[in-house]
């Protein structure tokens, strides 16, 4: 069985300061391993990917995450927050087919609140 | 493609009244799927159709809940019965070939 761990429930940054949002993962398998961001009373928008490929991953706005297998984290950066991150933050992994290919059925953390102050 | 839809975006009911949500996936997009998000929590999975096969239900899919996909296209779910307890954010989402998987605005459900 899969299972996510993002640890701290809220994480609170001034504006220009790095963002570090830490998520681990078990996966009996070689996994994918996503991150999610949501918007109040929105759904999830991806922020990136890691799907076996390079370790270190660049997503959308700035953000970017590094596979490390040897920790099984996932974790994810920004190096200057700004005021539009504030939301809240999913990391989420994935079953791989044997073939590798994507199950797509994710299994998420409990998520992340981001808060950027002035 | 305009992405994942869905609707209504909001539904409020009475405890013991039905209601069906409506998804429509990205049209190219075999695999749909079912969340279910309640306040302060991560999604759960609730179920998955490849094509009209419903091929996986999570055991928090009770007998009151049913889902559909009738012909590969949109998906309908439906809550018979509602309970406070069902109150939630229902989302669904498509998988992309790149392994991506893609979610709609999300359907939240007050049941009072």
Same mark, same amino acid.
């Given at each position: 069985?899969?299972?996510?761990?993002?640890?701290?429930?809220?994480?609170?940054? $001034? !504006?220009?300061?790095?963002? @570090?949002?830490?998520?681990?993962?078990?996966? #009996?398998?070689?996994?994918?391993? =996503?991150?999610? *961001?949501?918007?109040?009373?929105?759904?999830?928008?991806?922020?990136?990917?890691?799907?076996?490929?390079?370790?270190?991953?660049?997503?959308?706005?700035?953000?970017?995450?590094?596979?490390?297998? $040897? !920790?099984?984290?996932?974790? @994810?950066?920004?190096?200057?927050?700004?005021? #539009?991150?504030?939301?809240?933050? =999913?990391?989420? *992994?994935?079953?791989?087919?044997?073939?590798?290919?994507?199950?797509?059925?994710?299994?998420?953390?409990?998520?992340?609140?981001?808060?950027?102050?002035? | 493609?305009?992405?994942?839809?869905?609707?209504?975006?909001?539904?409020?009911?009475?405890?013991?009244?039905?209601?069906?949500?409506?998804?429509?996936?990205?049209?190219?997009?075999?695999?749909?799927?079912?969340?279910?998000?309640?306040?302060?929590?991560?999604?759960?999975?609730?179920?998955?159709?490849?094509?009209?096969?419903?091929?996986?239900?999570?055991?928090?899919?009770?007998?009151?809940?049913?889902?559909?996909?009738?012909?590969?296209?949109?998906?309908?779910?439906?809550?018979?019965?509602?309970?406070?307890?069902?109150?939630?954010?229902?989302?669904?989402?498509?998988?992309?070939?790149?392994?991506?998987?893609?979610?709609?605005?999300?359907?939240?459900?007050?049941?009072?």
């Amino acid at each position: 069985a899969q299972s996510v761990t993002q640890l701290g429930s809220h994480v609170s940054v $001034s !504006e220009g300061a790095l963002v @570090l949002l830490r998520c681990n993962y078990s996966s #009996s398998v070689p996994p994918y391993l =996503f991150w999610y *961001v949501q918007y109040p009373n929105q759904g999830l928008q991806l922020l990136l990917k890691y799907t076996s490929a390079a370790t270190l991953v660049k997503g959308i706005n700035g953000f970017e995450a590094e596979f490390k297998k $040897s !920790e099984t984290s996932f974790h @994810l950066t920004k190096p200057s927050a700004h005021m #539009s991150d504030a939301a809240e933050y =999913f990391c989420a *992994v994935s079953d791989l087919y044997a073939g590798g290919t994507s199950y797509g059925k994710l299994t998420f953390g409990q998520g992340t609140i981001l808060t950027v102050h002035p | 493609d305009t992405g994942v839809s869905q609707n209504p975006r909001h539904k409020i009911t009475k405890r013991g009244q039905n209601v069906t949500f409506r998804c429509d996936p990205i049209s190219e997009h075999n695999r749909l799927y079912w969340y279910r998000q309640t306040l302060g929590q991560g999604p759960e999975f609730l179920t998955y159709f490849q094509n009209e096969a419903q091929l996986e239900k999570s055991r928090l899919l009770s007998d009151r809940f049913s889902a559909e996909r009738p012909k590969g296209s949109f998906s309908t779910l439906e809550i018979q019965r509602t309970e406070q307890g069902d109150s939630a954010m229902y989302l669904c989402a498509s998988l992309h070939k790149s392994g991506e998987v893609l979610f709609g605005p999300g359907t939240r459900l007050t049941v009072l």
